[in-house]
Antibody, heavy 120, light 107 residues
Framework: QVQLVESGGGVVQPGGSLRLSCAAS????????MHWVRQAPGKGLEWVAL????????HYADAVKGRFTISRDNSKNTLHLQMNSLRGDDMAVYYC?????????????WGQGTLVTVSS | EVVMTQSPATLSVSPGERATLSCRAS??????LAWYQQKPGQAPRLLLY???IRATGVPDRFSASGSGTEFTLTISSLQSEDFAVYYC??????????FGQGTKLEI
């Protein structure tokens, strides 16, 4: 069955960096748009970034533009999120989510999430 | 940016009752609207997409309707496992993809 497993979360100081990963299995990873979505403690869902199936197109939420970079390695079925210049309002559970081939689609599958804590 | 507004914020119902949740978009999203269920400590789960299409494995007590700017999720006979937070999401006008603030379904 479809599995998305995030890793790389942890505690980081303000201004620091962290790299999240998402290992995918059970579906044709290279044929799906992938997303990162975050959820601050006790809050709702916030879309963070999208990468096209082939990695050629990337889009970001304004809140993270210029600080976060989404990437993928289709040979390893892995999605990444490089997070730099982290701030307190970046603290959240980060989920990877898989869409369809085209970006105008729902988020079919979600990982269990990895917690990023930004604290001095 | 399309703003998604869900109502009510909290809905108190009893098992066996019917629940109706609403979602409004600030501009038309056609039928590019999904509903997700999230239980405490768990990831969101896709329930419906295309405004009314149930995802694989979703019980038929979940139904949804709407197009344009007004959408509704109905749970016909609430089971104990249905008490959760429900989010609507538009994927028509992106970026960004936007979610509603959620409706908490409680006993």
């Amino acid at each position: 069955q479809v599995q998305l497993v995030e890793s790389g979360g942890g505690v980081v100081q303000p201004g620091g960096s962290l790299r999240l990963s998402c290992a995918a299995s059970g579906f044709s990873f290279s044929r799906h748009v992938m997303h990162w979505v975050r959820q601050a403690p006790g809050k709702g869902l916030e879309w963070v970034a999208l990468i096209s199936f082939d990695g050629t197109s990337k889009h970001y939420a304004d809140a993270v533009k210029g600080r976060f970079t989404i990437s993928r390695d289709n040979s390893k079925n892995t999605l990444h999120l490089q997070m730099n210049s982290l701030r307190g309002d970046d603290m959240a559970v980060y989920y990877c989510a898989g869409g369809q081939l085209l970006p105008t689609s729902q988020f079919d599958h979600w990982g269990q999430g990895t917690l990023v804590t930004v604290s001095s | 940016e399309v703003v998604m507004t869900q109502s009510p914020a909290t809905l108190s119902v009893s098992p066996g009752e019917r629940a109706t949740l609403s979602c409004r978009a600030s501009q038309s999203v056609n039928r590019n609207l999904a509903w997700y269920q999230q239980k405490p400590g768990q990831a969101p789960r896709l329930l419906l997409y295309g405004a009314s299409i149930r995802a694989t494995g979703v019980p038929d007590r979940f139904s949804a309707s709407g197009s344009g700017t007004e959408f509704t999720l109905t749970i016909s006979s609430l089971q104990s496992e249905d008490f959760a937070v429900y989010y609507c999401q538009q994927y028509n006008n992106w970026p960004p993809y936007t979610f509603g603030q959620g409706t908490k379904l409680e006993i």
